[in-house]
C-alpha cells in the first residue's frame, strides 16, 4: 500500500472522512518558464502517468446545499493549497496577464500571505504579498460542474491565474473521491461530514457508563424489607 492511501485510510478512522484526488499528470501541467526549474515537487507524480493523491480534509470544500449531502450531487468542489511565489510566476500555464498585474501591485491584486491567512481576524496590520516573513501563498483549485470549468485562484487576486474547461475529457464528474466512516443520515437534509470511529466509540462509552449509573442507582434504591 502506498503512502497517499494509508494517509486517506488515517483520515477516514481519525477524522470521519478523507478525501482524494485521481488524475493524469499532462506534461503542460507542469512547464517551468525558465528552463531546469521545478514547480513541481511530488516525486509520485511523474508527467504522462496517472496517480492518487491524498487531500486534507481541512483544505477540502463542496456545495453543502447538495440532495445527497456529498460530492456526488454537488454543484462545485475546491481545494485550498499553499504555494511559493516564485512557483506562480514561472508556471507557463497560468494567465500571464494576471501575474503582470500581481507584480504591479495593483488594488485587488495583492496576493494574501499565509500569515495574513492565519492571523486575519487579529487587528494588528500585517503586510500582504510578498513580505520576506510571509512565504507561501493561499491557493484555491475550483472545479464547476455546472459550466464545466477548472480554475486556480490565488487568495486576494480578483481574476483566477488560471481558467479552461476540464483538463480530463473523460470526466463527467470531479475527480475527487470523498468517503465518510460512519455517514450521518437525516431524512431532511444529511449531514456533509461522517463521524470517525474514535469519536464513535466515545460516545458508546459514554451511553456505557450512563447505563451503569443507572443500574447502580436502581440498585441503591431497592431497600430490603
Known amino acids: 500500500m502506498d503512502v497517499q492511501r494509508q494517509k486517506c485510510i488515517y483520515d477516514f ?12 499528470e499532462r506534461p503542460e501541467d507542469t512547464v517551468s518558464k525558465k528552463p531546469n526549474k521545478r514547480i513541481s515537487y511530488c516525486d509520485f507524480i511523474r508527467p504522462g502517468h496517472s496517480y492518487i493523491y491524498r487531500v486534507s480534509p481541512f483544505n477540502f470544500i463542496y456545495d453543502y446545499d447538495c440532495p445527497t449531502g456529498n460530492i456526488d450531487s454537488a454543484r462545485w468542489c475546491a481545494e485550498f493549497f499553499r504555494i511559493e511565489p516564485q512557483d506562480v510566476f514561472n508556471n507557463a500555464a497560468y494567465d500571464q496577464t494576471v501575474l503582470r498585474k500581481i507584480r504591479q501591485n495593483l488594488p485587488d491584486y495583492m496576493p494574501s500571505s499565509e500569515e495574513f491567512a492565519y492571523r486575519r481576524g487579529d487587528n494588528e496590520e500585517i503586510e500582504r504579498g510578498r513580505d520576506k516573513n510571509c512565504d507561501k501563498w493561499i491557493g484555491c483549485k475550483l472545479w464547476d460542474k455546472k459550466y464545466t470549468k477548472y480554475y486556480v485562484f490565488i487568495m ?10 476540464w483538463p480530463y475529457d473523460y470526466l463527467d464528474s470531479f475527480p475527487y473521491r470523498k468517503a465518510d466512516c460512519i455517514p450521518i443520515d437525516d431524512a431532511a437534509r444529511p449531514e456533509p461530514y461522517g463521524l470517525s470511529l474514535i469519536v464513535w466509540m466515545i460516545d ?19 431497600v430490603p424489607k
Open 13 to 24: 478512522l481519525k477524522i470521519g472522512h478523507c478525501v482524494a484526488f485521481t488524475g493524469f
Open 156 to 165: 486576494g487576486v480578483l481574476e483566477p491565474i488560471r481558467e479552461e474547461v
Open 204 to 222: 458508546q462509552g459514554v451511553q456505557l457508563n450512563r447505563q451503569r449509573t443507572r443500574q447502580a442507582a436502581a440498585a441503591n434504591s431497592i
